[in-house]
């Protein structure tokens, strides 16, 4: 895998209010902050176990409009990525979804608004600056993404591709998946999907299912 100028510009325990809810117990989230080469952030908020007051799905858009007053004020908001880490706990593996923002300014203040999920990615263990570092790659190219197909291999790992102006990234939860560390085009999508067929099984049609998936991501996403 390619080397990736990342910097660590914040990791650690973030405090966040709600000022809708001052009964509520001031809550706290682990959050990582980097910067990468190509100019783009890219923030993790984490589920801290230590919290007693809103959880971070439940208060993402707060946190995130307080996390860049604090530490992105001069980034534009178009140049940052948002990540939700949920822990590995007795009911389910690790998750990391990424969240898309409306964000709107006024008077000199912005605000996070709007959250949608995408799930990005799953394992039985998350470390985010690890993780911050070992798909940079992909995520300093997410700002203007959208996952077109996802799919299920036979061993229930799940594969995703994403989508920018640029090109294409794949995603798998598989430790046996055999994936570039660049950017493709449509056909090497293809080329990486059909060798990692072994994955799947005869019985799915994987090059057919990502070609119709294609096809309704330009004709309805305007990709």
């Known amino acids: 895998m390619s080397e990736i100028t990342m910097e660590v510009l914040y990791s650690g ?5 709600i000022p809708q809810s001052p009964k509520v117990p001031l809550s706290q989230c682990t959050i990582d902050i980097v910067r990468y080469n ?20 439940n208060a993402c858009d707060r946190i995130a ?12 908001p178009d140049k940052i990525v948002w990540l939700e880490h949920s822990p590995a706990s007795r009911m389910h593996k690790a998750h990391l979804d990424l969240i898309q923002f409306q ?15 995408k799930r990005f990615s799953e394992a039985s263990q998350i470390v985010p600056v690890d993780f911050l570092r070992n798909y940079g790659y992909i995520l300093k190219e997410l700002c203007n993404a959208n996952m077109i197909f996802a799919i299920e291999d036979k061993s229930n790992h799940h594969w995703r591709v994403w989508a920018n ?7 798998s939860s598989n430790p046996a998946a055999a994936l570039p560390d660049s950017m493709l085009d449509a056909p090497g999508v293809t080329v990486v999907l059909k060798s990692n067929a072994h994955l799947f099984g005869p019985d799915i049609d994987i090059e057919g299912q990502f070609t119709a998936a294609l096809m309704s991501g330009f004709l309805n996403k305007g990709l």
Not at 13 to 17: C, G, L, R
Not at 38 to 57: A, D, F, H, L, R
Not at 165 to 171: A, C, N, S
């Open 65 to 76: 409009t307080q996390a860049y007053a604090k530490f992105l004020t001069n980034i534009s």
């Open 165 to 171: 102006p640029e090109g294409f990234f794949i995603v």
């Open 13 to 17: 325990v973030f405090q966040y209010q």
């Open 103 to 117: 964000h709107t300014l006024k008077e000199g203040t912005v605000s996070f608004t709007n959250p949608q999920w």
């Open 38 to 57: 190509n100019g783009v952030y890219c923030v993790i908020m984490s589920e801290n176990k230590n919290n007693k007051g809103i959880s971070v799905t």
